[in-house]
């Protein structure tokens, strides 16, 4: 991949506006959190009378019953992705302070972890996965859960990117005080239009996407500390570089 590529990262924001742009993030996040709590309920009760009813339409011999089941199905489709837009935005807005839930992890072992979890799913999609992962890494806080969602949305991003098939590589490393994540991808590659606006809610380039996969991704990132960029080339594939803060004096005993 050339090293001409600009990485784009989010913008640097001053520390004190920083505390009030998450507090008042804090407080909108909740009320619309709320508001699609509100909605996901109503939405289940009309999917599941809807599912009923195509039951009922199953094997509909009039033409005029045969429309409306076709009309059924067209409304259960889109039902469905509203309860997709909706859990995918409540685990957006629900990412929470992480304060008591971290502890010092290897990434290498997180890695490891989803490599086992994803694999079935790549295999069956033409992606190989491969690892090349760094002997005796420091450590970092993280909260496994969250941050295993965060790297999960990048590799299924990865996946969307290569819908022939192709490969998708784990590295681990040390940059600087940091320990690096990199998801590196053979896929379409991204223009640098859609780079800029690649980490905001609710934008997609994917058809029937919600725009909140690397949105989250970002949000559980930042919440960690860290940070996230990107490089891509159209034609020659994506590569996303998370950065977690070394965990000072917890490092891997040296092998051997």
Do not use: W
């Not at 980490?199 to 919440?223: H, M, V, W």
Request: proline content about 6%.
């Amino acid at each position: 991949m050339s090293e001409s590529v600009l990485g784009i990262a989010p913008p640097s924001v001053p520390a004190e506006d920083a505390g009030r742009l998450r507090e008042r993030y804090q407080e909108i996040a909740q009320v619309i959190g709320g508001l699609a709590h509100e909605l996901r309920n109503p939405l289940s009760t009309m999917s599941l009378n809807l599912e009923l009813m195509a039951e009922d339409l199953e094997g509909a011999e009039s033409t005029r019953d045969k429309r409306l089941l076709k009309k059924v199905e067209r409304v259960r489709k889109e039902s469905r992705r509203l309860q997709t837009i909706l859990e995918e935005f409540l685990r957006f807005a629900r990412v929470p302070e992480l304060r008591g839930r971290t502890r010092p992890l290897s990434l290498n072992d997180v890695v490891e972890d989803l490599r086992d979890f994803y694999e079935p799913q790549a295999i069956a999609h033409g992606v190989i996965l491969r690892t090349l992962l760094a002997e005796d890494l420091p450590l970092a806080s993280v909260d496994e859960d969250l941050f295993k969602q965060a790297l999960l949305n990048l590799v299924l991003n990865a996946q969307h990117a290569m819908p022939s098939g192709g490969e998708v590589l784990l590295i681990t490393r040390v940059d600087g005080p940091n320990v690096a994540l990199d998801v590196v991808d053979t896929g379409c590659g991204i223009p640098l239009d859609e780079q800029i606006r690649i980490f905001e809610p609710f934008y997609s380039t994917r058809p029937g996407g919600t725009g909140l996969g690397l949105s989250t991704t970002r949000k559980i990132i930042e919440a960690h500390g860290g940070s996230i960029e990107l490089v891509s080339e159209p034609g020659r594939g994506s590569k996303f570089t998370i950065r977690l803060p070394i965990t000072l004096g917890l490092a891997l005993p040296a092998s051997g």
